[in-house]
C-alpha cells in the first residue's frame, strides 16, 4: 500500500486509486453483476476523500466475498441455529407426552376413589406435565416451519420461550392450589387408603422417570424442552412423596402426612419454577445472555487489528442456543475490510458462541455522528 501526505496531492491520487481499484475489479470480477462505484466528490477535504475510498474498498470487499467464498461473512450460514435442540428431541417429547399422559388418566381415577391429596396433587403435576409438553411441541413445530419474511423476520423462535413462560406460570399455579388444598386438610385429614395410594405411587414414578431420561440431554439446549423437563422432574419427586406418605400411613395410620408431603413438594418445585421464569423473562426483554459478558465482548471486537473503537454494541438471545450481536467498529484507514469483519466474525463465534452477527463499519472518527438511540 501507498501512502500518500499533503491535500493536493491526496486528491489526485485518490482519484486515480478509484479508477484504477474499479477497473481491477471489472477485470478480475467479471461475470459477477455490475456493482455501482459512486463518483469521486469534486472538491472535498483529506477525511472526505478517505470516507470515499473506504467506501468504495466496502463495495469491492462485498464483490470479493461473493467471487471467493470468503470476507464480509461469506461461509457462515444464517440458518444454522435453526438446528436447535428443540427440533432435535421432538420425538423424545412426543414419547415422553404419550407416556404421562396415560398415567395421568389413570393417576387422576385413582385420586378420586381414594380420597388422597397427595395423589391428586401428583396427577395435577402430571396434568401440568402434559401440557407442558404439549405447549413445548407445539412451539418448535412452528418455529422449525416458519420461514421469516416480511411481517416475522426472525420467524416463529420465541414461541419456545413463551411457552417456557407459560409453563412456569403453570407450576406456580398448581403449587399454589396444592398448598391451599392442603391447608384446609389439616383440620380434618380424611381417612386414605395407603395400599392402593401406594401402588399408583410407585407406577407414577416409574413413568416419570422414563419422561425424565427422555428429557434430560433436550433440558441443557433448549429452555423449551427444560420447561417442560422442569415439570417432569416437579411430578417426580411428587410421585416419591407420595410413596412416602403411603408408607408412612400404612404402617402408623397418621392421615396427616398426606397433605405435609403434598405442601413439601409444591415448594420444593417452586424455586426451579422461578428460575424457568426468569430466564424466559430475560430473553423476552432482549437481556444480554448470561454467559456473555458485554464489556468482554466489546474489549474482544477493538482488539482486532484494524478496529479503532466500537460502539453501538447489543447482544441478546433469540431463543435458547441462538444469540445474536450488532456492533458499529470504526476503522483505520490502512485497515483491510474484508480481513476485519471475517476475524471479528470469527471472535464472536469462537469465543462467545455468537453465529449471527450484524457489523457495521464506518471510518475513524464517524462514530461520533451516529445518533444516539438511548439504548
Known amino acids: 500500500m501507498i501512502v500518500l501526505t499533503g491535500a493536493g496531492v491526496f486528491d489526485a491520487a485518490a482519484g486515480w486509486a478509484v479508477t484504477v481499484t474499479a477497473i481491477t475489479a471489472r477485470r478480475r470480477f467479471a461475470g459477477v453483476r455490475r456493482t455501482h462505484v459512486a463518483p469521486i ?5 483529506e477525511s472526505d476523500i478517505r470516507l470515499h475510498i473506504l467506501r468504495c474498498t466496502h463495495t469491492l470487499a462485498a464483490v470479493r466475498s461473493t467471487t471467493e467464498g470468503k470476507n464480509m461473512g461469506a461461509g457462515h450460514d444464517h440458518g444454522a441455529g435453526a438446528l436447535h435442540a428443540g427440533a432435535g428431541h421432538r420425538r423424545r417429547l412426543w414419547w415422553a407426552g404419550a407416556l404421562l399422559t396415560g398415567f395421568m388418566l389413570a393417576e387422576a381415577a385413582a385420586a ?13 403435576h402430571m396434568f401440568t406435565d402434559v401440557l407442558a409438553i404439549a405447549m413445548t411441541l407445539a412451539a418448535i413445530t412452528a418455529a422449525g416451519r416458519a420461514r421469516s419474511d416480511s411481517g416475522r423476520t426472525f420467524g416463529l423462535y420465541r414461541l419456545e420461550v413463551l411457552a417456557a413462560l407459560a409453563n412456569a406460570a403453570l407450576l406456580t399455579a398448581v403449587a399454589i392450589v396444592v398448598v391451599v388444598q392442603a391447608v384446609r386438610r389439616f383440620t380434618d385429614p380424611p381417612e386414605v387408603p395407603a395400599g392402593a395410594m401406594l401402588l399408583v405411587a410407585i407406577g407414577g414414578l416409574v413413568a416419570n422417570l422414563v419422561a425424565f431420561a427422555l428429557l434430560r440431554s433436550g433440558a441443557k439446549e433448549n429452555i423449551g424442552v427444560r420447561g417442560a423437563y422442569l415439570e417432569v422432574l416437579g411430578d417426580l419427586l411428587g410421585s416419591v412423596g407420595v410413596i412416602v406418605a403411603a408408607v408412612i400411613i400404612w404402617l402408623t395410620g397418621w392421615a396427616y402426612a398426606d397433605p405435609i408431603v403434598a405442601v413439601v413438594v409444591a415448594l420444593m418445585i417452586l424455586p426451579r419454577t422461578f428460575a424457568l421464569g426468569r430466564s424466559a423473562v430475560r430473553i423476552l426483554v432482549q437481556a444480554a445472555p448470561e454467559h456473555v459478558d458485554v464489556a468482554t465482548v ?18 441478546w438471545t433469540l431463543t435458547e442456543g441462538m ?6 467498529l470504526s476503522l483505520e484507514p490502512s485497515a483491510e475490510l474484508g480481513d476485519v469483519l471475517t476475524e471479528a466474525r470469527a471472535a464472536l463465534h469462537d469465543d462467545f458462541a455468537i453465529e449471527h452477527a450484524t457489523l457495521q463499519v464506518e471510518p475513524a472518527g464517524a462514530g461520533r455522528h451516529c445518533t444516539p438511540t438511548g439504548w
Open 323 to 328: 444469540e445474536v450481536a450488532s456492533a458499529h
Open 298 to 315: 466489546r474489549e474482544r471486537l477493538a482488539a482486532v487489528p484494524g478496529v479503532c473503537d466500537v460502539h453501538d454494541l447489543h447482544v
Open 112 to 124: 378420586g376413589l381414594t380420597g388422597s391429596l397427595a395423589l391428586l396433587s401428583d396427577a395435577g
Open 41 to 45: 466528490p469534486a472538491r472535498g477535504s
